[in-house]
């Protein structure tokens, strides 16, 4: 129950496309959901994260949708750049908890 | 600020030997992560300090890692005798709050190879 899936592992996406990343969880207690990105050779880096308050989150190239009844939420990078090609990671938690619950990550090329 | 600072970037050691890791965390944040990430695993919590107490060492793999935070800069992880299967990348991160919505900040992470 404690367990973020992600998917897929990895992703090739052309220049210009919409890279999708998908993450489902099962714990009814997450009210916090990040994306982290990480570069070759770097630490993971917030990215954006959503509360499930709201259907989606924009911020930039980058947004967040979720859907509570399906308890799911994807990333979606538009007009996807070669400098986006990193690891994203999905991460759960709740207010009450210190752990963040991490999906196995999804390595993501953008061919120019 | 410089950010969550590691040290080594690089070890490489033989079995049986002592691996000592070092972080600095963000000043002002009283939260800080020891995390292990695998190609197999992924990221893995190993230890979290809060106001530099040991509050869940759970992830730790078994006694022969440990971890200590003897002050609010510094913490290290060490792995004595270490083997093979150590191998891994150690990634330290701090946050200003503990629970729920908080900001984690990686550092760039130490690469530990055990030969």
């Known amino acids: 129950q404690q367990q973020v899936k992600q998917s897929p592992q990895s992703l090739i996406v052309q220049k210009g496309g919409i890279s999708i990343i998908n993450c489902a969880y099962e714990n009814t207690a997450f009210d916090y959901f990040p994306w982290y990105q990480q570069f070759p050779g770097k630490g993971p880096a917030l990215l954006i994260a959503i509360r499930p308050d709201v259907s989606e989150k924009k911020e930039g190239r980058f947004t967040i949708s979720f859907n509570k009844s399906a308890k799911q939420f994807s990333l979606h990078i538009m007009d996807s750049q070669p400098g986006d090609s990193a690891t994203y990671f999905c991460?759960?938690?709740?207010?009450?908890?210190?752990?963040?619950?991490w999906g196995a990550g999804t390595k993501l090329i953008i061919k120019p | 600020d410089a950010g969550v600072i590691q040290s080594p970037r690089h070890e490489v050691t033989e079995m049986g030997q002592e691996v000592t890791l070092r972080c600095k965390p963000i000043?002002?944040?009283?939260?800080l992560f020891w995390y292990r990430q695998t190609m197999m695993r992924g990221l893995e919590l190993l230890i979290y300090f809060n106001n530099n107490v040991p509050i869940d060492d759970s992830g730790m793999p078994e006694d022969r890692f440990s971890a200590k935070m003897p002050n609010a800069s510094f913490s290290t992880l060490k792995i004595q005798p270490s083997e093979p299967r150590d191998s891994a990348v150690y990634f330290c991160?701090?946050?200003?709050?503990?629970?729920?919505?908080?900001?984690?900040?990686f550092g760039a992470g130490s690469r530990l190879t055990v030969l």
């Open positions: 000043s002002g944040h009283n939260s």
């Open positions: 991460a759960a938690t709740s207010d009450s908890n210190y752990q963040l619950i």
């Open positions: 991160a701090s946050s200003r709050d503990s629970l729920g919505a908080n900001v984690l900040t």
